[in-house]
């Protein structure tokens, strides 16, 4: 199970950080990320980090920072610099194995 917090509404230039803890059997290889969904569109990857590192796609890179404690199977996204196009829902992500476990989602809005 995933559950994520930390949304909320902010003006542009501002930021936010979203947190998200996984509980269940965790396994010592995984992927966790985060992934937007605007209002009509699919759900886009923003940022995903293993052990192997952090990656992000170009929208975010710079601005947003992909973290995680794998002691208390967390991770975290620090956005910063929020601009109205960042207005979604975020979605947690935990894959391992064979399986993809999702959140149910938190909802960040950017005014201008």
């Known amino acids: 199970q995933l559950v994520e917090y930390g949304g909320g509404s902010v003006q542009a230039g501002g930021s936010l950080r979203l947190s998200c803890v996984a509980s269940?059997?965790?396994?010592?290889?995984?992927?966790m990320g985060w992934y937007r969904q605007a209002s009509g569109n699919k759900r886009n990857l923003d940022a995903i980090i293993s052990s192997a590192g952090a990656t992000y796609v170009d929208s975010v890179r710079g601005r947003f920072t992909i973290s995680r404690d794998s002691a208390k199977n967390m991770v975290y996204l620090q956005m910063n610099n929020l601009n109205p196009g960042d207005t979604a829902v975020y979605y947690c992500s935990l894959a391992q194995r064979t399986e993809v476990y999702w959140g149910q989602g938190t909802l960040v809005t950017v005014s201008s």
């Open positions: 269940g059997p965790i396994h010592s290889v995984n992927v």
